[in-house]
């Protein structure tokens, strides 16, 4: 069998063996995991996807969907099978404002998506921090983001999903039709199925922001205002991260360690139509921050767009080439504190490379998405150790970040699968928790062959190509 032109006669894309496709397609952001895969589709069309599920199906193919690649253990990498270039599908199909909704093709970044949408004043109510991310990739694990204490996560704000399944079968899924696939298609990873198209809620867009910069000395009063501030639905936007002043080294059982005093950012941010702008720092009251750093007011698109000037320097600074075993978890409110305070009190300040510490507080029960596992609290509080590691050093930092995983699920955490994941089989056992057996039914109803995305979540064994 010639892989390429006989794919390449049943597709109207691209289909590429062409080697620097292959090794560009063998990485992720994560840079820890490579897997070179045989063969790469880029389709024009839903019926290029189908057909590419077609072909693998009946050639026992693996087939793997890959968007923008930004997640961290190969969630998006294939061995020797097939990737399905999703990015090509990036059309706006229907905006309709009189809805606030809009029909998108699954590999639209979601900048671009913004960038249409804003001078509509509309946008999604939920948006990453990153927006060079797909759609697709971000329903596919649950999409957090900045306003997720108010609207949940990317996935709860989809309405309906166009999917191709492991059988080439196309399905359209939503909360009232085929309610089983939309559940395990969204923050499913790519087990399940394809997203091929999405009808996503909008809400209206003020035309300005007002971010409050606060800085407090003590994670305990954090959580304190920032509970407060959720309960009483005071800002739109709430980011908070950790970040070390490094006090030198001292002296521990392991020798003389590196440490940092650790203080916590926290930015509140609401959004307003301009003409109706009052100043809004009364929002403060009740708050006990060690310091306000700052206040900055501009377009709402400078704010939904403000990590654009990050994403930059870790570019030119040389953070983005390192590998990036990032690991986030989501704690319940009641251990997340005590949890957070051991981590850092020993975390060299050193290791994080460039990268940064981030808090994702929330409401447990805004979301209502099945697979994107979360602990039973009514506030959570998402961790996240974003570091750059140097290559020669993984091997040593891998180790303790798998126990730092264990140790937050002994903590009661959920860890955010698009980074970096070392599970077991027992692990993923749960992970997921009492859903476990059902996946693996869900799994041989959508995908029987086991071809879509085998190699991360262990649900059925990997497929043998035919001869
Ligand atoms: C700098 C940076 C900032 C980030 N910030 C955030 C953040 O604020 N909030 C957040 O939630 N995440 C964040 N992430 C994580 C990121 O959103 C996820 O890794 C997301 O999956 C990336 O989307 P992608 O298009 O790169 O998907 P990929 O990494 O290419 O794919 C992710 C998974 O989705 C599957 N998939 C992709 N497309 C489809 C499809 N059409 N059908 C079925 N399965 C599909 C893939 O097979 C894979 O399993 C960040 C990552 C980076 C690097």
Known sequence: MNLVADLQREIKGLVSGQDSHLEE???DFGKVRFKKPAVIVRPSSSQDVVQAVRF?????????????AHSQSGQCLSENGVILDIKSLNRIIDLDPQSQTVLVEGGILW??????????????PVLTNNLNVTVSGTLSVAGLGVASHRYGTQADQCIELEVVTGTGEVLT????????????????LGQFGIIVKARLRLRKAGSHYRTHFLLYDDLSQ????????????RFDFIESWAVPCPQGF??????????????????LTEEFESATAS???????????YKKVHMEEGPLQNFLFRLEDLFALWKRAGYWDACHPWIETVLPWQSAGLFINQVLSQFPPHALGGGHILLWPCRGTISEVPLFQTPRSDFVMGFGILSGVPKPFLAEVLPRLNLLSDLSQNAGGK???????NFDLAKWQAHFGDYWGGLIELKSKYDPQGILNPGFIPLSKTPQPRA
């Open 250 to 267: 001292r002296r521990t059982g392991m020798g003389r360690q590196p440490f940092a005093a650790w203080f916590f950012p926290l930015h």
């Open 222 to 233: 954090l959580m304190k205002d920032v509970r407060f501030v959720m309960e009483g639905d």
């Open 279 to 289: 100043p809004s720092e009364d929002k403060l009251t009740g708050l006990a921050f």
């Open 173 to 188: 899924c939503s909360r009232e039709q085929n309610a089983e696939l939309f559940n395990a298609v969204r923050a499913g």
């Open 25 to 27: 397609a063998s990485q």
């Open 415 to 421: 860890r955010y699968l698009s980074g970096w994941i």
């Open 56 to 68: 693998a199906f009946e050639h026992n193919l693996s087939l793997t969907t890959r968007g923008g």
């Open 111 to 124: 900048g671009d998506l913004v960038n249409t949408l804003l001078p509509q004043s509309l946008v999604p």
